[in-house]
């Protein structure tokens, strides 16, 4: 084993799955025969015909034509890097999960940040959400902390996602526009869902347009939960915080680099990580105890809000250190299947109806990207602990199970449930009750303060990036309905914001603000129906 390398990597080369490409390996079919040529073809005379028992042909080109899976249906666009997890402080008070107990561990990671709307050969530096997904290889299984570069969400319900990613992808008839999140469907849909207004503010700001991936925080945006010892249950905020300070582009630098180097972010990262300039992050819980869920003015399983710090402060418990470029982008940034439901023990999940759409909607979709279930079995996904159970076969299954049985109960007694000395997952025997209903809980129905609270705290230039921005992608908007439904919804927000993007636009301020409500009932949807 190479000096240096991590836990995981050593585990991969023991079982053979990594290959170095040193001078002298003979070139071979993927079933281990040699090849003494390959430039040209088998053909009949030199003149052909190409002959069908070209066995090496066939792979060659077979290969060639299956290389692509399709791209990520978000976040297609993205950057890997390994490194380490440390803890500085046991956590003990709030949960057993061992990542966050045993200070002496160093627990390999792969994080991978990510564009949100863009394909996967769009352009870095354009205006959007950055995704911050890591995931923790821990002795006690994988944890995947999926989290973006902005503390709150669009919508409140995950039902509500397909309608927001459909808005803000290229519009259905031409594809167009690609790459900004300008254009009359996304404010359209936007304008039309008040809830999504705190997000627009920060989407907005300069946020959006990072100088790079290591100077940009991460969240992981949905409440969870730890779970410990006595299991006493918290609600947890998790947070990212890079070393180097938060630090954006201005516009003009962003649109500028958008033409000239698409790769900005990507390249960055790359060469900082190759020069051991590596990026470091700190990693911070706000924790709220079980008895305290309501007492905020908002719903703490509401991700259209945040939780002010200064009413729970982060507790700054750990540091990550990326230190090693991947060596393969599609075996290991492509391959990368990141799911909220993949949890340890001692963390889990409240009952946000967002996080609890995700838990369905990562797996389900991962088994449409690898078609079918094997690929937690891709090294990039496989955990570093060992584990057994009776999951079987399907398309490209890698594991050789050896043995009679693959059923629970079975005569050799195994692989035999976890007792408490093996320290199993519990899911916390949560009391539920309420009628079925789809209606949302009272506070998830107040959408401005919080954005009014990010209007205010934003220095005068920021505030000035933010109106320019927001006057130059409502501009792009043709229809000056969905414009003036913007700008009423904005007054919700600071009536001095909204002039000033009203005045941008060159349309009157409305006379009043508007609260949609998800286009139902409103008399703005009825006017644009005529
Ligand atoms: C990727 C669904 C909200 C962060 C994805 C993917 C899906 C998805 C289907 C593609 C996964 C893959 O192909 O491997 C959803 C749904 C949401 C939601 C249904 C709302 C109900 C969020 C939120 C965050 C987030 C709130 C941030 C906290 C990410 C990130 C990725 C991702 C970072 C990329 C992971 C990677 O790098 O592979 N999401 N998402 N998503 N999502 Fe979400």
């Known amino acids: 084993l190479k000096p240096g390398s991590s836990k995981k990597d050593q585990i991969l080369e023991r079982e053979n799955r990594t290959q170095d490409q040193e001078p002298g390996h003979v070139l071979a079919t993927p079933t281990g025969v040699k090849i003494d040529h390959t430039d040209d073809s088998l053909k009949a005379g030199e003149r052909g015909p190409t002959l069908m028992e070209d066995f090496h042909f066939r792979y060659t080109m077979t290969q060639f034509d299956h290389e692509r899976i399709p791209e990520r249906v978000v976040h297609a666009r993205g950057s890997g890097a390994h490194g380490y997890f440390e803890l500085f402080e046991p956590q003990a008070e709030f949960t057993n999960a061992k990542v966050l107990n045993d200070t002496s561990r160093k627990t390999p990671v792969f994080v991978r940040f990510s564009t949100v709307q863009g394909s996967r050969g769009s352009a870095d530096t354009v205006r959007d959400v950055r ?19 902005i503390p709150v969400f ?91 300070g938060v630090h954006s582009l201005v516009w003009d630098e962003a649109q500028k680099l958008g033409g000239q180097d698409p790769d900005y972010h990507r390249r960055d990262l790359w060469e900082a990580i190759e020069s051991g300039n590596y990026p470091q992050f700190d990693f911070g819980i706000q924790v709220v105890a079980e008895k305290d869920e309501h007492m905020f003015d908002f719903d703490l399983l509401d991700c259209t809000k945040l939780i002010p710090e200064e009413q729970v402060p982060v507790r700054w418990i750990g540091r990550m250190t990326l230190d090693r470029n991947p060596d393969n982008f599609f075996a290991e940034t492509e391959q990368v299947a990141f799911c909220t439901q993949h949890v340890v023990p001692g963390i889990g999940f409240s009952n946000d109806p967002m996080l609890q759409g995700r838990n369905f909607s990562y797996l389900d979709t991962q088994l449409n990207r690898f078609n079918g279930p094997n690929f937690n079995e891709v090294p990039i996904n496989k955990p570093i602990c060992p584990f057994f159970n009776n999951l079987r076969d399907g398309f490209n299954r890698q594991q050789i199970n050896k043995g009679k049985v693959n059923y629970w109960p079975n005569r050799y ?25 789809r209606v949302r809980a009272p506070k998830f129905k107040e959408h401005y303060k919080q954005a009014t609270m990010f209007w205010n705290s934003l220095s005068n230039v920021e505030k000035d990036h933010l109106v320019a921005a927001a006057r130059f992608e409502l501009g792009r908007v043709d229809d000056v ?50």
């Open 131 to 149: 995704g911050f997904a890591v995931k923790f290889y821990t002795d006690e299984g994988n944890w995947d902390l999926v989290g973006n570069n």
């Open 413 to 437: 007694a195994n692989p035999r449930p976890a007792t408490e000395e093996d320290h199993p997952y519990i899911n916390f025997p949560e009391k539920t009750e309420g009628m079925k209903t």
């Open 154 to 244: 669009f919508i409140q319900d995950a039902i509500k996602f397909p309608d927001l990613v459909h808005s803000l992808k290229p519009e259905p008839h031409n594809e167009i526009p690609q790459g900004q999140t300008a254009h009359d469907n996304f404010w359209d849909f936007a304008s039309l869902m008040p809830e999504s207004t705190h997000m627009l503010m920060w989407i907005l700001s300069d946020r959006t347009i990072p100088r790079s991936y290591r100077m940009m925080q991460g969240f992981g945006v949905n409440t969870y939960t730890l779970l410990n010892d006595k299991m006493e249950r918290h609600f947890v905020k998790f947070h990212w915080k890079p070393v180097l």
């Open 481 to 530: 309905r969905i414009q003036t439904r913007q700008i009423e919804n904005f007054l919700n927000v600071d009536h001095e914001f909204a002039k000033r993007v009203a005045d941008g636009l060159g349309i009157n301020v409305p006379s009043q603000a508007v609260v949609q409500n998800h286009g139902r009932h409103s008399s703005a949807l009825s006017q644009l129906n005529t």
